[in-house]
């Protein structure tokens, strides 16, 4: 960080017109003031670009004596703010601002920079640059631009070298490099050229009372305070956006505390103004360095503002071979380099490049605070009409009617909204898509009473959302993330069939399998693609492989709140495992739906097992039973009837498919009729039948068929496999997991609530 402020922080005080030893004041202040009271662990703050042309223009207009007192103004105003706790109101400014500010910022920058990289001087406004650029032109000192065109040819080509190169290219920041190749050639060459003049510190000035209308000092100090609060604030939220994108150092910093980051910032701008540097904010530049070298504390920042001053004390003979136009040129492309590409594409996709284009163009020509101003009074009017204009269009197809409103829905869209739905046939079929995030009272009214008096006179009305929820569903209750449930919890009801299947009657299978697909690729899709899209690309990467019932009731993924890619899921009638081996022997006839001939071969869940254990790798496997398993009921019908119709397997009565596979079960009847003080319960009552009390001895005995199977015993030896047992009943909605006493009591089901961890694994 030191390497990239050093030459930084001299660009920006000769950009400004400030005494070139204000830069370095204010970097070292910045690292060790704002470093160590700010709210942001990582973010490193000294002389910032986006401060160049409002500091410039108030030295323009009051000297620089009066600057530094106005940045001690700001200080204070800024340790107010913090006071107040009011940083969060900073973020509510649209990005599009913001970006807009900047990139207005860095117009006026280069633009004035690119008559020093021709060797002359630059004027006071962007348009008497533009209208002096062409005799700049006809002037150009060559030298000067050969120093800035090598300046700028290492900036773009130090971090593209190729192959061990590269290395050196991370250890050595371009602006560093740039700026010494540059000096050493001029050095070599013997070329007369500006250079760096620092003062002695004997001379440095310090801050006087500004001598001027008072209205303007005012407008000074408050547009230093809003610029320098509000790139800082941004600043530390997206610094925490890069920490967060860094897990193993996430865990170590804290998150920022935005009050405490302004009042940082504002002892930070009191002491530079006094000791007579720049203002001071937050860099994005030297922060994201900072976080990409792998810095945790705040020392990182500290330690920079320490070497920033020993440089400002000890090396001043070495920085005054510095030519000017290196350091123009250093400075130019930072002030491209904020009109940036990305910022422009994503203002566009969410139609707001105009607030972009009118924030730019104000700062530019006016200057910020007037650009500012401009730029938010063009968001609140685009705010304005986006929720008035209302778009509301009807569509008829093969006799299906589709009212499609897009936009906010308020008062102001009703007649229109009334008009519309007066055109729809009686007794038609309709669906209203509300594509908007917003619907007021007046609006809501109007459509239950026109869906009443639709539905009265025989027609059917369907209703979605953005998301596929009917708009007169109940608000989920707090907290409530399991949206998906919305739009099904009640699908036995013929309104919510879907558009497809009401459009041609509440019928059969097929219609409601093409409606809920046609739902899917509507409402859920467009929020899935892109994690899907990932996985495709990836591959399978689940944690767990889960063994469970084939009933309709078990709903897997919501049960474990799962979500696409994390199950590797296994159903089967009565989730039964064949322990290994069970397709070669004979049966052994102790139980009653045993054959007395072999057991027929599945090796189907074998497969499944040995393919998550030993390609996919999961951590854990589930075995889980539910309440109500026709799979148990029929065991136990088969055990007491002792018939031929379940038993026997003969050369006239075969067993059908279903009861050669819950042969497999016949174990667990085994252990069922066994040591009944061995059997599993639950924690806090007992089983309601022996139904019930079948299906937990049955998930019992599934895991140790589990342990049996050699991909599974091998990665349970080497523990990094665990087992577990679940039990879910269907009617209460209630899960239980699976604790075995390694003391050897019997094994227990434990009630899982709310505020408990959801995973116990039973001991290998």
């Known amino acids: 960080m030191f390497l990239i402020a050093l030459p930084l922080s001299l660009g920006i005080a000769l950009a400004t017109g400030a005494p070139l030893q204000s830069g370095l004041v204010a970097a070292a202040v910045g690292g060790l003031i704002a470093g160590r ?53 900073a973020l509510a400014v649209s990005p599009a601002i913001v970006h807009g500010m900047l990139a207005g910022i860095g117009i006026t920058i280069a633009v004035a920079q690119v008559h020093i990289v021709l060797g002359g001087t630059p004027q006071s406004s962007v348009l008497d640059n533009l209208r002096g650029l062409p005799a700049q032109l006809a002037d150009t000192q060559w030298a000067a631009l050969a120093m800035s065109v090598v300046t700028l040819a290492v900036l773009f080509l130090w971090p593209k070298l190729p192959g061990r190169a590269a290395r050196l290219a991370k250890l050595l920041p371009a ?14 060459a013997g070329l007369s050229l500006p250079r760096v003049d620092l003062p002695s510190w004997s001379n440095h000035a310090l801050p006087a009372l500004p001598d001027g209308p008072l209205g303007g000092i005012v407008a000074g100090v408050v547009t230093v305070t809003l610029v320098t609060s509000v790139q800082s604030l941004l600043g530390a939220v997206a610094v925490d956006k890069l920490v967060a994108g860094r897990p193993e150092q996430a865990v170590r910093v804290p998150r920022s505390n935005l009050d405490r980051e302004l009042l940082g910032q504002g002892a930070a701008n009191i002491a530079s103004g006094a000791l007579g540097g720049l203002p001071v904010a937050g860099v994005a530049v030297r922060s994201t360095a900072n976080i990409n070298a792998g810095a945790v504390s705040r020392a990182s920042t500290m330690l920079h503002g320490v070497w920033v001053l020993v440089a400002a004390l000890l090396a001043v003979p070495l920085l005054q071979y510095i030519p000017l ?57 685009l705010a304005l009409h986006r929720l008035s204009h209302t778009r509301i269009v009807h569509h008829e197809r093969a006799g299906h009617h589709l009212v499609h409103v897009r936009g906010q829905l308020t008062f102001l869209a009703v007649p229109r909204l009334s008009r519309t739905l007066h055109h729809v046939p009686a007794k038609a079929t309709v669906v209203v898509e509300l594509d908007g995030s917003f619907m007021d009272h007046a609006a809501f009214e109007t459509l239950q009473d026109w869906r009443t008096s639709h539905t009265a006179q025989g027609g059917a009305v369907s209703m979605t959302g953005p998301v596929g929820t009917r708009v007169t569903e109940p608000a989920p209750r707090p907290h409530s993330h399991c949206r998906t449930w919305t739009p099904w919890r009640n699908h036995s009801r013929p309104a919510t069939i879907g558009p497809v299947a009401a459009s041609t009657g509440a019928g059969s299978g097929s219609q409601r399998l093409v409606s809920g697909i046609s739902a899917f690729q509507r409402d859920t899709a467009p929020h899935m693609r892109e994690e899907l899209a990932r996985l495709a690309r990836e591959g399978q990467r689940p944690s767990q492989l889960f063994l469970a019932c084939a009933d309709s009731r078990l709903v897997t993924s919501m049960i474990t709140a799962s979500g696409p890619g994390d199950l590797f899921t296994v159903r089967n009638v009565g989730n039964l495992v064949p322990p290994p081996g069970a397709d070669k022997g004979s049966g052994s006839g102790s139980g009653s739906v045993e054959g007395a001939g072999a057991m027929s071969g599945d090796d189907s869940v074998g497969a499944a097992i040995e393919y ?52 497999y079960g016949a174990p667990s009847l085994d252990r069922l009729r066994g040591d009944a003080s061995a059997l599993p319960g639950f924690a806090r009552r007992e089983p309601v039948d022996v139904a019930e009390q079948l299906c937990l001895v049955n998930i019992v005995q599934q895991l140790d068929h589990l342990r049996g199977h050699p991909a599974v015993a091998r990665r349970l030896a080497e523990g990094s496999l665990a087992l577990h047992g679940m039990y879910f009943h269907v009617g209460e909605a209630q899960a ?26 039973v001991p290998a």
Request: glycine residues 12%; contains cysteine; charged residues 15%.
């Open 37 to 89: 009271l700010g709210g942001s662990a990582l973010q490193v703050s000294g002389p910032a670009a986006g401060l160049t042309v409002v500091t410039a223009d108030i030295i323009q207009q009051y000297g620089w004596r009066a600057t530094c007192a106005i940045t001690v103004f700001a200080g204070v105003c800024q340790l107010g703010l913090g006071v107040l706790r009011v940083a969060r109101s």
């Open 325 to 381: 136009a290196v350091l123009a040129a250093l400075v130019m492309s930072v002030g491209i380099q904020m009109v940036n590409l990305h910022h422009i594409r994503t203002v566009s996709r969410h139609g707001e490049f105009l607030v972009y284009g009118v924030t730019t163009c104000g700062v530019v020509f006016l200057g910020v605070l007037e650009g500012v101003g401009l730029g938010i009074a063009v968001a609140v009017g």
């Open 175 to 188: 602006t560093l490099v740039a700026v010494t190749a540059a000096t050493l050639l001029a050095a070599l």
């Open 736 to 761: 239980y997991l699976l604790r075995e006493d390694t003391a050897g009591a019997a094994p227990v089901f434990e009630e899982v609530s709310a505020a408990q961890e959801p995973e116990r694994p």
């Open 612 to 663: 998550a254990v030993d390609v996919l790798r999961v951590e854990s496997i589930t075995v889980c039973g539910h309440s109500g398993c026709g799979a148990m009921q029929a065991l136990l019908s088969a055990d007491e009837r002792r018939s031929g119709a379940t038993g026997e397997e003969t050369e006239d009565a075969p067993l059908s498919p279903l009861w050669r596979w819950l042969r």
